[in-house]
Every structure is written in structure tokens, then in C-alpha cells.
């Protein structure tokens, strides 16, 4: 895959050398790129930014650096064969970027992440980009950031562990939390290794009984009520045939019960915190 990232921050991106991106980089799999935007300014300032049209506080991107920067960029991935683009544009006004997004950008050859700071990138840059390539809009969570930089990272990271060979185990993604399948929609509960004692902390005594069968019912008690927990509405969400009568019990012990329409939710006299 590759991967171009269009910013004024190039300094920003360097976490892409480190960890599972920078070995994937390193071993080929990732052919990541990182322009610095001001190289598109125009003026002895380096300007990429004026103010916005019917006022308010802050700076826009303006079109004619981003402009440029992106047919360079897309030309020069043309010229290396690098297949048919997708553009990935961090907001927080986006679609939330999920696990099922990154399966989907991560079957793509190539991304081009154009990353905003202040108060975003003029709207007809996005609105001519999205009648020559699909134009991903996307959001990391329901909190502001400065800048969508850390996002890239973000995506990246979640992108690249999913191509093929990057991850040594594919056993290791196939239990994630929000992977599909396997947990179906639950968060994964606790985790242990040794030593067997940590201060005055043992290991839950089944996770030593060798007993698969009983390790197995005991994970998926503890993902249900970590679920339950920090994330209640993953289990209103679920399809009540993804739980079977153990699981049912468990949530009951939880103080969840179906509704009228079959679909779990807190028992009306269990107060919510
Ligand atoms: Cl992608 N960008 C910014 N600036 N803030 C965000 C975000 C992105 N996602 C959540 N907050």
C-alpha cells in the first residue's frame, strides 16, 4: 500500500517510522510518503491559510496550495502505478472511523491523507477531489483536536495492521474488540501473564485450569460485563441471537434483561450510573 500525507506539519508524522508502521515501511509492505504543504505556498510567507468568508473566528485552508499539492501528489502515484486512490480527510465533522472503515481503506492501494489545521480546509477542494476519487471524510472520536495529524496516525496505524503480512499472528487481530466475528461486539476483558503473584495479586484460578471449554465461557463473562460497564450501548446494539443462555445469565447477573422487542437493555429496576 501506499500512502502520501499532505501537511504543514511533516514533523508531526514521524511516529510513522516507529513500531508496527516503521517495520512495515521497512520490510515494504507500506510505502509511506509525507509532503510538507507550504512547498505549494506561493508567497514569501508561505501562506496556506486566509480568513473565512462571512466571518468568525480562525483561518481557513485556502484551495490554491491544497490544490496543487494534490494533482502533484496523484500524479506522481499515477506515474508509479500506485492503482486508484482514495482521498482521506481527518474532521471532526466526518463519518465516525471505525474498525469496518479501516478493513475497507485497508484493501485499497493507495491513500492520500490531506490532514487540516485551523478551522479546515476550504470546502471546494473536498467538493472537486470527490468528482475524480472517492473522498473519505472521517472523524477519530467526539472530542476537537488542533489538527488532523494525530488522526492520520491514527488510521494509519489501524489501517496498516491489517494488511497482509504486517501482523506476525493472524490469530492476533481475529479476537479484537470491534473485529467481526469471533467476540462479536464486545470489549475484551482482563488480561494476565507472569509472574503468577504481583503484590498479593494473584491470576484468576480457571486461567491456570488447562480447561479451554471453561477458559473460553469465563472470557466471555468478563467481556460482557466490561461491555456492560463502558460501552452499554454495544450490548443494546447486538443481535439478542449473538447470546447464548450463558450469556444471558451473565447479563442477568448484570442486571440486563430483553425488552419487548427481544434486544437487551438495563432491567427497569437496576438505576444507570
Ligand atoms: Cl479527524 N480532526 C480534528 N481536528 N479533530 C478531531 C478529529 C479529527 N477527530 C476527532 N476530533
Known amino acids: 500500500?501506499?500512502?502520501?500525507?499532505?501537511?504543514?506539519?511533516?514533523?508531526?508524522?514521524?511516529?510513522?517510522?516507529?513500531?508496527?508502521?516503521?517495520?512495515?515501511?521497512?520490510?515494504?509492505?507500506?510505502?509511506?510518503?509525507?509532503?510538507?504543504?507550504?512547498?505549494?505556498a506561493h508567497d514569501r510567507h508561505n501562506t496556506v491559510d486566509d480568513t473565512p468568508y462571512g466571518g468568525g473566528p480562525g483561518m481557513v485552508m485556502m484551495t490554491g496550495p491544497w490544490g496543487e499539492a494534490l494533482d502533484d501528489t496523484l500524479a506522481d502515484g499515477y506515474e508509479a502505478g500506485a492503482g486508484r486512490p482514495a482521498l482521506v480527510?481527518?474532521?471532526?465533522?466526518?463519518?465516525?472511523?471505525?474498525?469496518?472503515?479501516?478493513?475497507?481503506?485497508?484493501?485499497?492501494?493507495?491513500?492520500?491523507?490531506?490532514?487540516?489545521?485551523?478551522?479546515?480546509?476550504?470546502?471546494?477542494v473536498t467538493d472537486e477531489y470527490r468528482t475524480r476519487l472517492p473522498v473519505y471524510e472521517v472523524s477519530i472520536g467526539d472530542y476537537v483536536l488542533a489538527g488532523g495529524e494525530a488522526a492520520v496516525l491514527v488510521v494509519t496505524?489501524?489501517?496498516?495492521?491489517?494488511?497482509?503480512?504486517?501482523?506476525?499472528?493472524?490469530?492476533?487481530?481475529?479476537?479484537?474488540?470491534?473485529?467481526?466475528?469471533?467476540?462479536?461486539?464486545?470489549?475484551?476483558g482482563p488480561v494476565y501473564t507472569k509472574p503468577p503473584t504481583w503484590r498479593g495479586r494473584g491470576i484468576p484460578e480457571v486461567l491456570l485450569s488447562g480447561h479451554h471449554g471453561k477458559i473460553a465461557r469465563w472470557r466471555r463473562d468478563?467481556?460482557?460485563?466490561?461491555?456492560?460497564?463502558?460501552?452499554?450501548?454495544?450490548?443494546?446494539?447486538?443481535?439478542?441471537?449473538?447470546?447464548?443462555?450463558?450469556?444471558?445469565?451473565?447479563?442477568?447477573?448484570?442486571?440486563?434483561?430483553?425488552?419487548?422487542?427481544?434486544?437487551?437493555?438495563?432491567?427497569?429496576?437496576?438505576?444507570?450510573?
Open 1 to 40: 500500500m501506499r500512502i502520501d500525507v499532505v501537511t504543514i506539519f511533516p514533523e508531526y508524522l514521524e511516529p510513522l517510522n516507529v513500531s508496527l508502521v516503521g517495520k512495515a515501511r521497512a520490510a515494504g509492505r507500506l510505502d509511506v510518503r509525507v509532503h510538507d504543504l507550504r512547498d505549494w
Open 89 to 124: 480527510v481527518p474532521t471532526p465533522s466526518g463519518r465516525p472511523f471505525t474498525q469496518q472503515l479501516a478493513g475497507e481503506l485497508a484493501e485499497r492501494p493507495w491513500l492520500v491523507f490531506a490532514p487540516a489545521r485551523y478551522e479546515g480546509i476550504d470546502t471546494r
Open 157 to 188: 496505524e489501524a489501517v496498516a495492521r491489517l494488511l497482509p503480512g504486517v501482523l506476525g499472528n493472524a490469530a492476533s487481530y481475529r479476537d479484537d474488540s470491534f473485529a467481526p466475528g469471533a467476540m462479536a461486539d464486545l470489549l475484551e
Open 222 to 273: 468478563e467481556a460482557l460485563r466490561r461491555t456492560v460497564a463502558h460501552r452499554p450501548d454495544l450490548i443494546r446494539r447486538c443481535d439478542p441471537a449473538a447470546f447464548d443462555k450463558r450469556d444471558r445469565e451473565m447479563l442477568s447477573i448484570l442486571g440486563w434483561m430483553p425488552g419487548p422487542d427481544g434486544r437487551f437493555g438495563p432491567s427497569p429496576h437496576v438505576m444507570e450510573e
